[in-house]
């Protein structure tokens, strides 16, 4: 009964997942060369796991600069959608 209880728990949480078209994140600039955005203090990826609409490259930003993001839903990769700022 234990098991079934457990797999019920697993499905409702795969499909509460599956709802979730996107999620809001930051990111901050680590490197340029090579590109590297640091998510948190345990997830630092490579450009290839970002999405940016054309004409911008990777110079179009600067070390330190703090990004918004969108998470493509049920992977690993980020839209960047903008540089954080404040009003």
Not at 3 to 22: D, S, T
Not at 45 to 73: D, H, M
């Given at each position: 009964?234990?098991?079934l209880v457990e797999?019920i728990?697993?499905?409702?949480a795969?499909?509460y997942e ?7 994140c930051y990111?901050t600039?680590q490197?340029i060369?090579?590109?590297t ?5 345990k997830?630092?990826?490579g450009?290839?796991k970002?999405i940016?609409r054309?004409?911008?490259?990777a110079?179009s930003?600067?070390v ?10 049920g992977g690993?990769?980020?839209?960047i959608?903008?540089?954080k700022?404040?009003?």
């Amino acid at each position: 009964m234990r098991n079934l209880v457990e797999l019920i728990k697993q499905i409702a949480a795969g499909v509460y997942e599956a709802e979730k078209p996107m999620e809001i994140c930051y990111g901050t600039v680590q490197s340029i060369r090579p590109f590297t955005v640091r998510l948190d203090q345990k997830r630092t990826f490579g450009k290839e796991k970002f999405i940016v609409r054309q004409g911008i490259t990777a110079q179009s930003f600067r070390v330190g600069e703090r990004l918004i993001l969108i998470q493509v839903q049920g992977g690993q990769e980020w839209l960047i959608l903008d540089r954080k700022g404040a009003l």
